[in-house]
C-alpha cells in the first residue's frame, strides 16, 4: 500500500488548496461531535418520540437537524420562505445527503428516498422514524404504493419533498426531472413549490466536496464535508408554481425554475 492510499479519506480530503482545508484537530472534534449527536438522536427516536406529540416531534427533528449542520461545520442560508398553502409538495434538486437535514432544519418534511437510505447504518432508521417514505426503484409496482401513501400524507397536513432528478449531481447542474414522483401532486390538486439547493464555500465558490455523487461512499463524503473550514448551505424557497396541463410539464416547471435560481450568483 502507498502512502497516500495509507492514510486514508479524511487525509486524501486535504488535496485541495491548504486555505480550503480545516485543521487535523477541527475535523476530528466535529467527527466526535457527529457520533454524539448521533446517539442523542437515536435514544430520542428511540425512546422520547413515544410521548411527544406531533408538534414537539416536528421541533425536536428540526433542533436535531440543524444541530447536526452545526456539528459538521455547515452554515444554514435561508431564501425565501416556505409556502402557507396546504396540501404542499416540496420539490428539490438534488446534491447531497446533507439536502434532507438543511431542509429539515427549516421545517420537517416527510421525504422520498431510495430504499438503499433505510440500510444506511443509523442514520437510515432515524430516516425512517422521522416519517421517510422509502421506494424500491427496481419494482414497478412500487411507484404506486409510493404514490398512495404521499397523497394521504399531504392530505393529513404533512409537507412531502421529493427529488426527481433521481439521483444526485456535484451541484453544477440540475439534472432531467422524473414526472412520475410529483404524479399526487398534480393528481390531488396539491400546490408545488420549488426548492433549489446549493453548497457553497465561504467565498461564495460552489462547494462540489458536499456533494454525495458519483460511486463516493458515505464515508468519504463524510470525511469531504468536515474537512471544509466551512460550508454555506443555501436553501432557497421558490414561488409556488402555476397549473400545468399534466405531470411531465409540472416537472419542467419545477426544474426551470430551480435552475434559474441556481444560475444568479
Known sequence: MNGRAARGPIMAAMSGPQSRCSSLPTRAARLAGILWHLARGLLTAAFAFHFYDGERRQRAIRLWSAGLLRQLGVRLRVEGELHAA???????????????????????????????????????????????????????????????????????GDLVAVFPEGTT???????????????????????????????????GSLCTEAAYDGDKSLWRSLCDIVARPAIVAKVSFLPLLQAQPDRRALADAARAAIATRLQRP
Do not use: Y
Not at 422514524?129 to 393529513?156: H, N, Y
Open 86 to 156: 396546504r396540501p404542499l409538495m416540496l420539490v428539490a434538486n438534488h446534491v447531497s445527503w446533507l439536502d434532507i437535514f438543511a431542509i429539515n432544519a427549516v421545517h420537517p418534511v416527510r421525504f422520498v428516498a431510495k430504499s438503499e437510505i433505510r440500510r444506511w447504518p443509523a442514520i437510515g432508521w432515524l430516516c425512517e422514524r422521522t416519517g421517510t417514505l422509502f421506494i424500491e426503484r427496481g419494482r414497478r409496482t412500487d411507484a404506486g404504493r409510493v404514490s398512495a401513501l404521499m397523497a394521504q400524507a399531504m392530505q393529513a
Open 169 to 203: 449531481s456535484n451541484g453544477s447542474q440540475v439534472l432531467r426531472f422524473h414526472s412520475a414522483l410529483l404524479q399526487p401532486a398534480f393528481k390531488s390538486g396539491a400546490a408545488v413549490q420549488p426548492v433549489a439547493l446549493r453548497f457553497e464555500h465561504g467565498d
